[in-house]
């Protein structure tokens, strides 16, 4: 997951330069600004697919992650000034966690599952201490 970012971006570089076939997972395959980088990358004709899934969406990491042997879940919802973070950060960030390990339940293949959390785990701000 979280393919097109960041972190997402450099592990698919070096998974393909250590020879493994990759289902990336984007919001918008067709947008060419977040997918284009991602297929110039040696080795991305041969061994990268990329595929529609939302961290939003139930079972939308369904197809992608079927038969695969191993998931890195890298993307995160993010919205630094949010001011419901409970709702509009929390909450999704929980339950897309919880949709990719259903997936991978479902799939029956998955041998390991990597997880990098988020930012929002490290910059905590005053305002979201906990009481």
């Known amino acids: 997951t979280g393919a097109s970012g960041y972190v997402g ?7 393909l330069q250590y020879g493994y076939t990759i289902r990336a997972t ?9 997918t284009k980088p991602l297929l110039d990358i040696p080795g991305a004709d ?4 990329i595929w529609k899934a939302d961290l939003s969406e139930d079972a939308s990491f369904d197809e ?8 890195y879940h890298v993307a ?5 000034d949010s001011k419901d973070p409970e709702n509009e950060v ?9 949709g990719i390990m259903k997936s991978c339940k479902k799939a029956g293949t998955v041998k ?3 997880f990098t959390s988020s930012a ?8 979201q201490m906990p009481e």
């Open 112 to 114: 390991r599952v990597i």
């Open 64 to 71: 992608a992650i079927n038969g695969c042997t191993g998931v």
């Open 9 to 15: 971006s450099w592990l698919v570089m070096k998974l």
């Open 26 to 34: 984007v919001r918008d395959p067709r947008d060419l600004r977040k």
């Open 46 to 49: 041969e061994r990268l697919t």
């Open 90 to 98: 929390i909450q999704p960030t929980i339950n897309g966690v919880l």
């Open 76 to 80: 995160t919802p993010m919205d630094f």
């Open 120 to 127: 929002g785990t490290v910059n905590v701000q005053e305002n």
